[in-house]
């Protein structure tokens, strides 16, 4: 692992960045605002289409239309929080291509922090917005007899989901090293991803649900602890403890980018052009 | 100088081709999505059988057509308005007027190009996905393609003339980047990209029905499934063309409005 003196650095590169991204966002405030909403109202029609679903059924895969919400919520809020943070890291891939990526690299700051921050865009709120909303009314309207274990693995959920998501970026920035071209990858993972945990695991096909459970564990992100919550059995039939995994498997996940990361730039060669 | 416009044509497919390793990603994607799309089908007309219309292989069909014209119809952006939407703004717009090309039509056989070759790089191979792991209700009869081809030459007739439209809105907004937002989510939406406007409730769906974004997949996607047969199928390619033939001359018209004000700037 890095020590903490570059982790450190890296976090005040990236804050600088990020004001600096956002100051400029904010010189034009009108365009800010429509495109902050655009982003709301694009990142609620996924919300709109199971709303629209449940006008004709009364369960979806024997979820309630608050349960599905609930998994919704989770899964958005965590997602909305990973695409804010470090969803520019999608952006590498065509600075690779360009060539403007060795322009990072002669800056005296962690790359890694200079590609999360780059072209920081505050839009993304309005993702984050739209998850944390109908995470708040599912929670309203959820049947769960509150403990104070649900309630506290629910609270870990969403920054561990968003730590996995997070991630999942920065290993598949890693990947566009190699592939360049290939942006669109990265976006299965995490925008099919997120769009999957918004449905009841047992909708899918039991491959599916292991690849999303032990290959990229996006299983973590919400289903095996909102599963716990709402006291359902998972598809899988993993033992009872594995639902409290999420912080451990966040750590491992967050590690393992971090070579990735490492391994993709020692093998970058810059274009040339 | 139908010449010249084919040219452009095939030059624009032959850009688009060059992005090899971007269509392969952009085929995972549309798999990936499909499959996810697909499931939630499943158990939606596992309760309601006959939705809209449609029996479950039929409303799987769908599901994977509409994975295939996603890029063809550019429904999420990635056609020609950003380019343009560049120029407008800096200005390059005014040497592509002096040209000797008519500037809607040079665009259209530019967005022709990149539209047939999305048929065929991220078009064929998701259904294809799809048809391995799901039971399609894909038809044999050499009529019902025909139709769909057909639809489907008129539907991206139809996204082209929107996206122009979007485009040149550009002459009067500084950033175009929100009505561009606007203008894909309302098309995911109202084209029946998330479920089929055949399945929306009540006056949603009347509405949703006889929007132009109708004609980008539902229609295609209901000639190819039989939905529209004899003359319900004329309607509906009439239907396509109608909307098609109005907005290109709305865009004609904003296009000689806009064209004016570039002369006001640059005098």
Request: charged content about 15%; proline content about 4%.
């Amino acid at each position: 692992m890095r020590e903490p003196g570059p982790v450190a650095e890296s976090v005040r590169v990236y804050r600088l960045l990020v004001g600096m991204w956002v100051r400029s966002t904010m010189a034009y405030r009108a365009s800010f605002v429509m495109t902050a909403l655009g982003n709301f109202g694009g990142t609620a029609l996924d919300f709109v289409t199971i709303l629209l679903m449940f006008s004709h059924i009364e369960t979806l895969g024997g979820f309630t239309l608050p349960e599905v919400a609930l998994l919704y919520g989770t899964t958005s809020t965590s997602f909305g929080l990973a695409d804010l943070l470090v969803g520019s890291m999608a952006r590498l891939g065509s600075r690779v291509r360009d060539g403007t990526f060795d322009t990072l690299l002669l800056r005296p700051a962690p790359v890694l922090a200079q590609v999360a921050a780059d072209r920081f865009a505050l839009r993304r709120l309005g993702r984050l917005t739209q998850g944390a909303l109908v995470l708040a009314w599912s929670l309203l309207r959820v049947d769960v007899d509150w403990t104070p274990v649900k309630v506290l693995l629910l609270a870990v959920t969403l920054p561990t989901g968003a730590a996995i998501f997070c991630a999942v970026y920065v290993a598949g920035g890693a990947f566009q090293f190699w592939a360049g071209d290939a942006a669109e990858v990265q976006s299965s993972v995490t925008y099919g991803g997120t769009t999957m945990l918004q449905y009841p695991p047992g909708l899918f096909a039991r491959e599916l649900v292991r690849g999303v459970t032990f290959v990229v564990p996006l299983a973590f992100v919400n289903w095996l602890p909102v599963l716990r919550v709402l006291g359902r059995p998972d598809p899988l039939g993993l033992p009872g403890w594995v639902d409290f995994l999420a912080p451990a498997v966040a750590c491992a996940c967050c590690a393992l980018a971090g070579l990735v990361w490492r391994a993709g730039i020692r093998s970058y060669r810059s274009t040339g052009s | 100088m139908g010449g010249f416009y084919g040219a452009v044509v095939v030059r624009s497919f032959r850009r688009y081709a060059t992005y090899r390793m971007a269509t392969v990603a952009g085929v995972c994607t549309n798999t990936v999505f499909g499959l996810i799309i697909s499931y939630s089908y499943v158990a939606l007309w596992d309760q309601r059988p006959h939705l809209g219309g449609y029996t479950e292989a039929q409303a799987l069909t769908y599901v994977w057509i509409g994975q295939g014209v996603l890029s063809t119809m550019a429904l999420m952006g990635g056609g020609f308005e950003d380019e343009l939407m560049d120029r407008i703004r800096s200005g390059d717009i005014a040497v592509d007027l002096y040209r000797p090309a008519d500037l809607q039509r040079w665009w259209l056989a530019a967005d022709m190009g990149r539209a047939g070759f999305q048929v065929l790089g991220r078009g064929v191979a998701p259904v294809l996905c799809g048809a391995l792991v799901f039971e399609l209700a894909l038809p044999s009869s050499a009529v019902r393609w025909a139709l769909f081809a057909l639809s489907m030459a008129l539907g991206a007739l139809v996204s082209f003339a929107i996206r122009y439209l979007v485009a040149l809105s550009a002459f009067w907004l500084l950033d175009g980047a929100g009505i561009t937002q606007v203008a894909w989510i309302t098309g995911l939406f109202f084209s029946g990209m998330s479920l089929p406007l055949n399945a929306f409730p009540g006056g949603l769906g009347e509405v949703a029905r006889t929007l132009p974004w109708s004609a980008m997949l539902q229609i295609p996607a209901d000639l190819l499934l039989g939905q529209h047969r004899g003359t319900g199928a004329v309607r509906a390619l009439a239907f396509q063309a109608g909307w098609a033939a109005a907005l290109l001359a709305a865009g004609r018209l904003l296009q000689a409005v806009a064209t004016r004000r570039v002369v006001v700037q640059g005098g």
